[in-house]
């Protein structure tokens, strides 16, 4: 990213109080659950697009690390053997490399990607929305991981070499295992390695539709201007619907783990110490991306808010009667999810 683009984004994020953005608290409606919550066509809503320039950039996680994962045609002819099924009901993979350097790699990039999903809201393809009030957490995280154009994060500066190490070793110790089986054009060489092993996070600035540089007639603008805002209105949407579905399966996740029987026994085993953070999560985004002052989504995060605010996973193992509590509003909630024409 060049210096003017650098510049650009944090004009984005300094120049702004996003805090003043006004949210409607009128108009709220419940309607009741269905299979079909999220099926039907949203409606239209007026996008104020340079309120979200100004309150988020865009970032797209990129990464290339070789998974060592090859089809296993003789595995899965076994398995279909052993079982009696028909040819070619199993499928197997097998994994050409045994190498704990390499598996630090890959978990750290898919714990980025964890981290990066969680942080962000859908919007164009490979892009997601990160909202202002995320963004220093975030760029802290992409910072300690990679380390930005200087690639002074752990992920270069420990993991790779640290991989790029004991590959010669892991790739002597699979031909040996692996006897006839063994296929060394699937093994790159430790130079090929290094150039393609890589993870980087790109920033950009949200566009706004009044932004056209072209040398192009003022009647060409004009329809250019009206296209990329239908398309922004869209964009919105989807990222609107994205937040509802996200929200839904923590939140019934929830209403399923806190059922117990009358012994204090869980009907549907036992959750995770995460089982509020969860759904406090997509709250907080809910919050924070609300660009077209949805009521509804005001309502619903305010509601969740007051209903955990407090209550820990601890709490909800230790108190049946918090329990109780948290399941009876988690389950009003669930009830009271607009379906807005999903």
């Known amino acids: 990213m060049n210096d003017q683009t650098n510049a650009t984004l944090q004009d984005l994020l300094t120049e702004y109080n996003v805090e003043d953005t006004p ?4 108009g709220v409606l419940a309607f009741p659950t269905s299979t079909d919550l999220f099926d039907t066509p949203a409606p239209s809503v007026d996008v104020r697009t340079p309120t979200i320039a100004s309150s988020a ?13 090859r089809k296993d045609k003789e595995g899965a002819k076994r398995n279909d053997a052993a079982t009696g099924a028909k040819r070619g009901v199993h499928r197997g993979t097998k994994k050409i490399i045994d190498c704990p350097e390499h598996d630090a790699l890959v978990k750290c990039g898919n714990d980025f990607y964890q981290y990066h999903m969680r942080k962000t809201v ?60 063994f296929d060394p054009t699937l093994y790159p060489s430790v130079w090929e390695l290094q150039k393609s092993i890589r993870m980087e996070v790109v920033y950009e600035p949200v566009p706004t539709g009044g ?46 783990k806190l059922d117990y029987d009358d012994e204090g026994k869980p009907r549907n085993g036992n959750f995770q110490r995460t089982i509020v953070q969860n759904v406090t ?3 907080d985004l809910m919050r924070d991306c609300n660009f077209n002052n949805d ?4 309502r619903v995060q305010q509601e969740l808010r007051v209903a955990l605010t407090g209550v820990n996973a601890d709490m909800l193992k230790a108190s049946p009667s918090q329990r109780i509590k948290t399941k009876e509003d988690v389950d009003r909630i669930i009830k009271s999810l607009p379906t807005f024409g999903f």
Do not use: C
């Open 23 to 26: 949210m409607k608290e009128d």
């Open 211 to 256: 932004d056209f540089r072209l040398d192009i007639p003022a009647e060409a603008q004009q329809e250019m201007r009206e296209t990329y805002e239908r398309a922004m209105q869209q964009r919105v949407q989807t990222m609107a619907q994205s937040m509802w579905k996200r929200l839904l399966k923590p939140l019934q996740n929830m209403s399923e």
């Open 281 to 283: 999560e997509i709250v």
């Open 122 to 181: 859908a919007w164009k393809h490979a892009e997601q929305m990160l909202h202002n009030n995320n963004y220093k957490d975030y760029r802290a995280e992409d910072l300690r991981v990679m380390g930005g154009k200087d690639r002074t994060g752990i992920f270069y500066t420990e993991l790779v070499p640290a991989f790029l190490d004991a590959y010669p070793h892991a790739r002597q110790r699979a031909a040996r295992e692996m006897g006839a089986a």
């Open 57 to 69: 950039v865009l970032v797209t996680f990129n990464r290339s690390i070789p998974s060592f994962i």
């Open 295 to 298: 009521p509804d989504m005001t």
